[in-house]
């Protein structure tokens, strides 16, 4: 929301029962898919004096009465729109409630492992195509009589960066798999978003720098690389959240668990 995305249970959005609807008001800033999307999922709060215990979800159609969109311009990730919402006395019928009333907030959470999951499996990802791309333009690129990979300045670099992408890797793998066996791997699915994100940033930095001036140009794939790359330790959970919540689980010894079970 507007107001601080950092402190979902700080949301302002609320829904208030009328009979067999609710009546959805607040507004909610760079969701992504917002602009293009037929329904989407809400979060707001049915008991706005009980705290995180107050939230419920919804699916709204956003042709519903009430709903504005409107589209928002960003330094990367130009392939999905990020859309800014506002809802102003919207109707949605009680049956569009999604799974019980006032557990809006740990079904949020529970899906925050998937999420942050799938954003670390990107970064890895990416810093690997970078690096990939990165090899090939340092075996053809010449300068003083000699290919840009036979300089150890820039192969020892190269064999760092790519040793930091592997690390991310087979790590992003291994929580994959615990959490397609139905573990419910908060704690690695955290560290893996934390790490390879910025993981990401550092190794397509160098990237664009191995390929001079033509890092630059958006001409090469490593200007968008790098634009893009910026999300990572913001969307779906700011480093710094990503860092408080590792620290509540191993200083303090906390323990997440899933709002659902699998059936
Ligand atoms: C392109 C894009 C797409 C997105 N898509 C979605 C989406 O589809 N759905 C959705 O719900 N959200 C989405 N988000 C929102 C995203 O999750 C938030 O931007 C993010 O969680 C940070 O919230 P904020 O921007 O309000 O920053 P704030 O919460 O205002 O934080 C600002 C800064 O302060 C730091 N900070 C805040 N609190 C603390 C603290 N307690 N301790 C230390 N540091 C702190 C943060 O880490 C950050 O650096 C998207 C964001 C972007 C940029």
Same mark, same amino acid.
């Given at each position: 929301?507007?107001?601080?995305?950092?402190?979902?249970?700080?949301?302002?959005?609320?829904?208030?029962?009328?009979?067999?609807?609710?009546?959805?008001?607040?507004?909610?800033?760079?969701?992504?898919?917002?602009?293009?999307?037929?329904?989407?999922?809400?979060?707001?709060?049915?008991?706005?004096?009980?705290?995180?215990?107050?939230?419920?979800?919804?699916?709204?159609?956003?042709?519903?009465?009430?709903?504005?969109?409107?589209?928002?311009?960003?330094?990367?990730?130009?392939?999905?729109?990020?859309?800014?919402?506002?809802?102003?006395?919207?109707?949605?019928?009680?049956?569009?409630? =999604? #799974?019980?009333? /006032?557990?809006?907030?740990? &079904?949020? !959470?529970?899906?925050?492992?998937?999420?942050?999951? +799938?954003?670390? *499996?990107?970064?890895?990802?990416?810093?690997?195509?970078?690096?990939?791309?990165?090899?090939?333009?340092?075996?053809?690129?010449?300068?003083?009589?000699?290919?840009?990979?036979?300089?150890?300045?820039?192969?020892?670099?190269?064999?760092?960066?790519?040793?930091?992408?592997?690390?991310?890797?087979?790590?992003?793998?291994?929580?994959?798999?615990?959490?397609?066996?139905?573990?419910?791997?908060?704690?690695?699915?955290?560290?893996?978003?934390?790490?390879?994100?910025?993981?990401?940033?550092?190794?397509?930095?160098?990237?664009?720098?191995? =390929? #001079?001036?033509? /890092?630059?140009?958006?001409? &090469?794939? !490593?200007?968008?690389?790098?634009?893009?790359?910026? +999300?990572?330790? *913001?969307?779906?959970?700011?480093?710094?959240?990503?860092?408080?919540?590792?620290?509540?689980?191993?200083?303090?010894?906390?323990?997440?668990?899933?709002?659902?079970?699998?059936?």
């Amino acid at each position: 929301e507007p107001f601080g995305g950092s402190d979902v249970a700080g949301m302002r959005s609320t829904a208030a029962r009328h009979g067999e609807t609710y009546i959805l008001n607040g507004s909610k800033t760079f969701i992504t898919n917002g602009y293009y999307c037929d329904y989407m999922v809400v979060a707001a709060k049915t008991s706005p004096e009980s705290g995180n215990k107050g939230i419920s979800m919804f699916v709204v159609d956003k042709n519903s009465k009430g709903v504005s969109v409107s589209k928002l311009d960003k330094l990367g990730w130009r392939a999905s729109d990020t859309a800014e919402i506002a809802f102003d006395n919207c109707e949605v019928p009680a049956e569009n409630l =999604l #799974g019980e009333e /006032g557990k809006g907030f740990p &079904y949020i !959470m529970q899906h925050f492992a998937l999420e942050r999951l +799938l954003m670390a *499996i990107n970064a890895h990802a990416r810093a690997d195509f970078a690096l990939e791309y990165a090899k090939q333009y340092m075996s053809e690129r010449k300068t003083f009589g000699k290919h840009l990979n036979e300089y150890q300045a820039l192969r020892h670099k190269y064999a760092e960066r790519y040793a930091e992408m592997d690390m991310c890797k087979i790590y992003n793998f291994n929580v994959a798999y615990k959490l397609n066996k139905g573990d419910y791997p908060v704690k690695e699915a955290t560290i893996a978003k934390l790490t390879s994100t910025k993981m990401a940033d550092e190794v397509i930095y160098d990237c664009l720098q191995w =390929l #001079g001036g033509y /890092g630059y140009m958006e001409e &090469y794939p !490593m200007a968008r690389l790098f634009r893009d790359s910026r +999300l990572g330790p *913001i969307g779906g959970g700011t480093s710094e959240i990503l860092r408080e919540i590792i620290s509540k689980m191993v200083i303090d010894g906390k323990v997440y668990k899933p709002a659902t079970q699998k059936k």
